[in-house]
Structures are given as structure tokens and as C-alpha cells.
């Protein structure tokens, strides 16, 4: 496994692999990577003849008063981790490798990108569209895997990649949960015990949902209040949001009509620790 921090040394090597006839399968990622990233890679190897994972705490996806400075790294450990899990490079390059000075574009997915997590990180899915695309033309992949974990973030970027024509497949991989439920996020380390052992309230919720739409329940209002007295009468958790919306365009229910692809997702507070988690059906 080699580790390339440099763009253009990453355009190279692309190149030379797609020369020489490999498909190259790409998992992008900020690092502190857990199980879940490591199903995302083992996955990867299926795809592509050489996995590329990118490590990059990408400073554009994040607002003022996030937790940005705070984001757990440690390369080292990563590295080891993703070459374990059968990843030929780790793309790690600096912030200013990036964005140089007077760096000015940026890419910006209208409509969907402003609801959800889009209302509540504005600013957050240009950042995350921007640097996908960048990656993208740096590490030239056949094949993109992203974690179904971000729902939204799958959503937007499919977007991106079929609106500016990025010849990309891309995969999405099941989120990967702890036995009692919580998704595995880097962001769990934040939690308390207290916190993490009252967490697993939000996937029990999302499986209430779904179990109350699979039974029949058409009133997408009703599902996202039981939703929410499930998870304020079971955690101190504090909800940004519940949504039970269309699985295309993540617009909000109130009816629900089958036959339809829904999306039930939710955000919660657990002190300054933010946790998303989703549910994808069809009915
Ligand atoms: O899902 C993430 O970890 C990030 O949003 C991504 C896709 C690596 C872009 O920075």
C-alpha cells in the first residue's frame, strides 16, 4: 500500500493504472475510519482491480462552530487500517494542496442539497459536492462507493456525478450498525456512555417508522410524531429533525402513495455530538 499526498503524483498514478487496463474502485473518506468504512473498502476490491482510499478532513463541508479542529485524525492508524482492509493507496493531501491560495470554485446541487441536513449545515453539501467532484478528477475512479449511512449525501452526489457528466459508477454500501442498532459513525466517540447507551432510541425509531408504513400507515405526519415522542420519551437527545420523505427528492410526505420509494432520516442532538441515521423502503 503506498500513501500519495500530492494531486498531481495521484492524477499519475491514475493514469498509469488505466493505462496499463486496471479499474480503479475509490472510497472517499475524512478518516478515523471504522467498521463501516472498512466494509466500504473490503467491498471496494470487488470492483476494482486497485482501491483507492482518500483520507482528508475536507475543511469546505463544515460550518463555523462545527467540529472541524475537533475532527478525530490519525493517518497512521488509518493507513494501517485501509491497507488491511485491501486498499492499494491512501490519497491523503493537505488542505492547501486542496485549495490553494485564491482557489474560487465550487460546485453547488440545487434543490435537494437545501433541505435536511441542508438546512441545518448550510453550506455543507457544496462543500461535499466540491470536494467529491475534485476527487474525482484527481483519482479518476471506474467505481465510487459511498456508505448509505448519509442518505442525502448518496442523493446529492448521484445528482452531481449524472449533472456534470462524471463517468462514475457509483455503488451504495448498507450502513453498518453496532449489535445494538447505532450506526457506526466517527462521531460516536463524541458520545458519554450515558449518551451512547441512550443512541440506539434513533434506529429503533427509524424501524418503528418503517414498520408502521409497512403495516399501512399513510399519514407521514403521524409516523414522524410517534418518531418523535419515541426518541425524546427514550434519550436527552434534542431533534433537529425527523423526516419521512420521498426517496427521490427527499421532498416531505404528507400523504403517502404507493407504489413509492420513502426515505425516513433523522438528525438528533446529543449535547454538542450531532447524529443522522436513515431508513430507505419502497412500498
Ligand atoms: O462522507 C464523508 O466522509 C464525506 O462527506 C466525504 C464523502 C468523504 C467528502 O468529504
Same mark, same amino acid.
Given at each position: 500500500? &503506498?500513501?500519495?499526498?500530492?494531486?498531481? =503524483?495521484?492524477?499519475?498514478l491514475? *493514469? *498509469?493504472?488505466?493505462?496499463?487496463?486496471? /479499474?480503479?474502485?475509490?472510497?472517499p %473518506?475524512?478518516?478515523?475510519?471504522?467498521?463501516?468504512?472498512?466494509?466500504?473498502?473490503?467491498? @471496494?476490491?470487488g470492483?476494482?482491480?486497485? !482501491?483507492?482510499t482518500?483520507?482528508?478532513?475536507?475543511?469546505?463541508?463544515?460550518?463555523?462552530?462545527?467540529d472541524?479542529?475537533?475532527?478525530?485524525?490519525?493517518?497512521?492508524k488509518? @493507513?494501517?487500517l485501509? #491497507?488491511? @482492509?485491501?486498499?492499494?493507496?491512501?490519497?491523503?493531501p493537505?488542505a492547501?494542496?486542496?485549495? +490553494?491560495?485564491?482557489?474560487? /470554485?465550487?460546485?453547488?446541487?440545487?434543490g435537494?442539497?437545501?433541505?435536511l441536513?441542508?438546512?441545518s449545515? +448550510?453550506?455543507?453539501?457544496?462543500?461535499?459536492? /466540491?470536494?467529491?467532484?475534485?476527487?474525482?478528477? &484527481?483519482?479518476? +475512479?471506474h467505481?465510487?462507493?459511498?456508505?448509505?449511512?448519509?442518505?442525502?449525501?448518496?442523493i446529492?452526489?448521484?445528482?452531481?456525478?449524472?449533472?456534470?457528466n &462524471?463517468?462514475?459508477r457509483?455503488?451504495?454500501?448498507? %450502513?453498518?450498525?453496532?449489535?445494538?442498532?447505532?450506526?457506526?459513525?466517527?462521531?460516536?466517540?463524541y458520545? %458519554?456512555?450515558?449518551q451512547?447507551?441512550e #443512541?440506539p432510541?434513533?434506529?429503533?425509531s427509524?424501524?418503528?417508522?418503517?414498520?408502521?408504513?409497512?403495516?399501512?400507515?399513510?399519514?407521514?405526519? /403521524?409516523?414522524?410524531?410517534a418518531?418523535?415522542d419515541m426518541?425524546?420519551?427514550g434519550?436527552?437527545?434534542? &431533534?433537529?429533525?425527523?423526516?419521512? =420523505?420521498?426517496g427521490?427528492?427527499?421532498?416531505?410526505l404528507?400523504?403517502?402513495?404507493?407504489?413509492?420509494? !420513502?426515505m425516513?432520516?433523522?438528525?438528533?442532538?446529543f449535547?454538542? %455530538?450531532?447524529?443522522?441515521?436513515?431508513?430507505?423502503?419502497?412500498?
Amino acid at each position: 500500500m &503506498i500513501i500519495v499526498h500530492d494531486p498531481p =503524483a495521484m492524477q499519475q498514478l491514475a *493514469d *498509469d493504472a488505466r493505462k496499463s487496463g486496471k /479499474t480503479i474502485a475509490f472510497v472517499p %473518506t475524512m478518516g478515523a475510519l471504522h467498521a463501516g468504512h472498512l466494509t466500504l473498502i473490503r467491498k @471496494a476490491t470487488g470492483y476494482g482491480d486497485s !482501491v483507492v482510499t482518500s483520507i482528508f478532513v475536507n475543511p469546505t463541508q463544515f460550518g463555523a462552530g462545527e467540529d472541524f479542529d475537533r475532527y478525530p485524525r490519525n493517518l497512521d492508524k488509518d @493507513a494501517a487500517l485501509a #491497507a488491511e @482492509a485491501g486498499s492499494d493507496v491512501v490519497f491523503a493531501p493537505s488542505a492547501g494542496a486542496m485549495y +490553494p491560495q485564491g482557489y474560487a /470554485t465550487f460546485v453547488s446541487v440545487e434543490g435537494i442539497a437545501g433541505l435536511l441536513e441542508g438546512q441545518s449545515r +448550510p453550506g455543507h453539501f457544496r462543500g461535499v459536492a /466540491t470536494v467529491v467532484a475534485k476527487l474525482c478528477l &484527481i483519482v479518476k +475512479p471506474h467505481v465510487l462507493l459511498l456508505g448509505q449511512k448519509d442518505g442525502q449525501q448518496v442523493i446529492v452526489l448521484r445528482r452531481m456525478l449524472m449533472d456534470l457528466n &462524471i463517468p462514475v459508477r457509483l455503488v451504495v454500501v448498507p %450502513t453498518v450498525r453496532e449489535k445494538d442498532g447505532l450506526a457506526m459513525s466517527s462521531r460516536n466517540v463524541y458520545l %458519554t456512555p450515558g449518551q451512547r447507551e441512550e #443512541a440506539p432510541v434513533l434506529y429503533a425509531s427509524l424501524r418503528m417508522a418503517e414498520q408502521r408504513l409497512r403495516e399501512g400507515e399513510r399519514n407521514a405526519e /403521524t409516523v414522524r410524531s410517534a418518531m418523535r415522542d419515541m426518541i425524546t420519551s427514550g434519550s436527552h437527545g434534542v &431533534i433537529d429533525y425527523v423526516s419521512v =420523505a420521498r426517496g427521490d427528492t427527499l421532498e416531505e410526505l404528507s400523504v403517502i402513495a404507493p407504489p413509492l420509494s !420513502v426515505m425516513i432520516s433523522l438528525a438528533v442532538r446529543f449535547g454538542p %455530538t450531532r447524529l443522522i441515521d436513515n431508513i430507505s423502503l419502497t412500498l
